[in-house]
T-cell receptor
Framework: DAGVTQSPTHLIKTRGQQVTLRCSPK?????VSWYQQALGQGPQFIFQ???????QRGNFPDRFSGHQFPNYSSELNVNALLLGDSALYLC???????????????FGDGTRLSIL | GQNIDQPTEMTATEGAIVQINCTYQ??????LFWYQQHAGEAPTFLSY??LDGLEEKGRFSSFLSRSKGYSYLLLKELQMTDSASYLC??????????WGAGTKLIIKP
């Protein structure tokens, strides 16, 4: 039973470029959340996708966008990259069915994005 | 605003007990989660509390007081591999997880 998988594991980009990060949720999960984690900080919520729609969004600019596919996998796109976008990007999957509020989110290993 | 407070760093001795505190102020409450995160790795789920009281899971226990907006994670019989960051996260009324900055736990022999 595969857990949450993310690709790529590491990525180096320059300012102004665009990046796409990918996530496959844990089997049986239908909801994907994306987080940005700076060094020494807790994860910051970017947005959450359910039924191919953005269900919730954190305090991130429109440069951050996403998508969820029919197989529940998801992409995070960041345009016009800034130096401050350098961080670990974590994908977490969960189940949104009945009784789901107490179900933990399961995290992938993350993509470490470095902006030069 | 929403806020989760945890100590930045704690030090404990191998074999001892340590308690990591978390206080929160959120828009609604639908449960509190504790996660462990080793350096360079993804967070892994430790415990969930939604009702007041103590939940025990082996060497780890988690306590919740909703009236006080307070939780703690108790780690017993500390091992060197318990050196990690411990993250407190609260699920708010929109079922969104609000995260603390984490407590870095250093275990000394």
């Amino acid at each position: 039973d595969a857990g949450v998988t993310q690709s790529p594991t590491h990525l180096i980009k320059t300012r102004g470029q665009q990046v796409t990060l990918r996530c496959s949720p844990k089997s049986g999960h239908d909801t994907v959340s994306w987080y940005q984690q700076a060094l020494g900080q807790g994860p910051q919520f970017i947005f959450q996708y359910y039924e191919e729609e953005e269900r919730q969004r954190g305090n991130f600019p429109d440069r951050f966008s996403g998508h969820q596919f029919p197989n529940y996998s998801s992409e995070l796109n960041v345009n016009a990259l800034l130096l401050g976008d350098s961080a670990l990007y974590l994908c977490a999957s969960s189940f949104s069915g009945q009784g789901a509020s107490n179900q933990p989110q399961h995290f992938g290993d993350g993509t470490r994005l470095s902006i030069l | 605003g929403q806020n989760i407070d945890q100590p930045t760093e704690m030090t404990a001795t191998e074999g001892a007990i340590v308690q990591i505190n978390c206080t929160y102020q959120t828009s609604g409450f639908n449960g509190l989660f504790w996660y462990q995160q080793h350096a360079g790795e993804a967070p892994t789920f430790l415990s969930y509390n939604v009702l007041d009281g103590l939940e025990e899971k082996g060497r780890f226990s988690s306590f919740l007081s909703r009236s006080k907006g307070y939780s703690y994670l108790l780690l017993k019989e500390l091992q060197m591999t318990d050196s990690a960051s411990y993250l407190c996260a609260v699920m708010d009324s929109n079922y969104q997880l609000i995260w603390g900055a984490g407590t870095k736990l250093i275990i000394k022999p």
